[in-house]
Nanobody, 120 residues
Framework: QVQLVESGGGLVQPGGSLRLSCAASGSTFSMYSMDWYRQAPGKQRELVASITSGGSTDYADFAKGRFTIFMDNPKNTVYLQMNSLKAEDTAVYYC??????????????WGQGTQVTVSS
């Protein structure tokens, strides 16, 4: 079983920056990919950005040019650097991980979420 622990959320003014982190820990596993999702009040959870262990990344349109996802593979930690934040970025941000526990057996888990509030 893999656990994800997120940190770095908080209150920031419009135009400001935040860096979220998500650390994976647990028994023997091999990370396949890690993603950031977000969910605003009254809205569905949506993908923000994803990264594979090989370094391939993908971003939602709203994140392109403002957010950067990167991973520290030895630490099994993924980061989301968010710049030029807007009020509409306010949401709970969740980390998600796909990982192999053994050959051909891949599992998925979520973190508990971290609140990001963009407000003046």
């Amino acid at each position: 079983q893999v656990q994800l622990v997120e940190s770095g959320g908080g209150l920031v003014q419009p135009g400001g920056s935040l860096r979220l982190s998500c650390a994976a820990s647990g028994s023997t596993f091999s990370m396949y990919s890690m993603d950031w999702y977000r969910q605003a009040p009254g809205k569905q959870r949506e993908l923000v950005a994803s990264i594979t262990s090989g370094g391939s990344t993908d971003y939602a349109d709203f994140a392109k040019g403002r957010f950067t996802i990167f991973m520290d593979n030895p630490k099994n930690t993924v980061y989301l650097q968010m710049n030029s934040l807007k009020a509409e970025d306010t949401a709970v941000y969740y980390c998600n991980a796909d990982y192999y526990i053994r050959a051909n057996v891949r599992e998925n888990t979520w973190g508990q979420g971290t609140q990001v509030t963009v407000s003046s």
